[in-house]
Every structure is written in C-alpha cells, then in structure tokens.
C-alpha cells in the first residue's frame, strides 16, 4: 500500500522559514517524479514545485522562485522543501506528490500526480 506522508507545517511570521519533508513508502521512491501543490481556503490548487526522478530537474512557480528549494534523498525516499522568506500569501495546505511519468518536472512539463499525502498546514502572519 502506497503512503505518501507530509510533515514540517506550522505557523511562522512573515520573513521567517520553514522545511517541509515528504516521506513516501510502498512505492520505487526513485522512479517517481515528486512535487509540492497548496490549496488555499477558497483557491484551486497549484503546483508550487517539482523534482524530477533523479533530482537533476527541478521547477518553480514564479510567486516562490528564489525563496523556495525543492530536493529529495532517493536513498532515505525523502523530498524536501525549504522555505524562507515567506509571506502571508504562502499560507496554505501544502500537498506532497508523486507522479511516474519519466518525462514528469522536465522541460517545462507539469505533474500528473497519481498518489497525494493528507497534507500539511503552513500559516504565514503578517
């Protein structure tokens, strides 16, 4: 059985940082392509990061490029996020991912997830 397991969220104030760590089991971790989507109250939810199976490809959305890095560990099946200077605006619930297509976080190329995790809340004051 697939798990996919979030954990890191809290409440920070604005400016501050945070690391967000996505840990999946009952699945190859190196063949899966791994991101980070949020979903605000009221808002869809969008891709914030990805990683491509070997870590070599990653992408950003444009409102957290330069503030946020994605990794992963294929060894220890771990995926990171590493947050700093957040906003008010970053408060969401963050979802970890795993999409595995090959070809998925490269070249420009979305996930299509077919396992989520449950979640994990980030709340930024201002």
């Known amino acids: 059985q697939v798990q996919v397991v979030e954990s890191g969220g809290g409440l920070v104030q604005a400016g501050g940082s945070l690391r967000l760590s996505c840990t999946a089991s009952?699945?190859?971790?190196?063949?899966?392509?791994m991101g980070w989507f949020r979903q605000a109250p009221g808002k869809e939810r969008d891709e914030v990061s990805c990683?491509?199976?070997?870590?070599?490809?990653?992408q950003y959305a444009d409102s957290v490029k330069g503030r946020f890095t994605i990794s992963r560990n294929n060894t220890m099946k771990t995926m990171y996020l590493q947050m700093n200077s957040l906003k008010p605006e970053d408060t969401a619930m963050y979802y970890c991912?795993?999409?595995?297509?090959?070809?998925?976080?490269?070249?420009?190329?979305?996930?299509?997830?077919?396992?989520w995790g449950q979640g994990t809340q980030v709340t930024v004051s201002s």
């Open positions: 990683v491509s199976w070997g870590g070599a490809s990653t």
């Open positions: 009952g699945l190859t971790f190196s063949k899966y392509a």
């Open positions: 991912a795993a999409d595995p297509n090959p070809l998925g976080c490269i070249a420009g190329r979305s996930l299509a997830p077919n396992y």
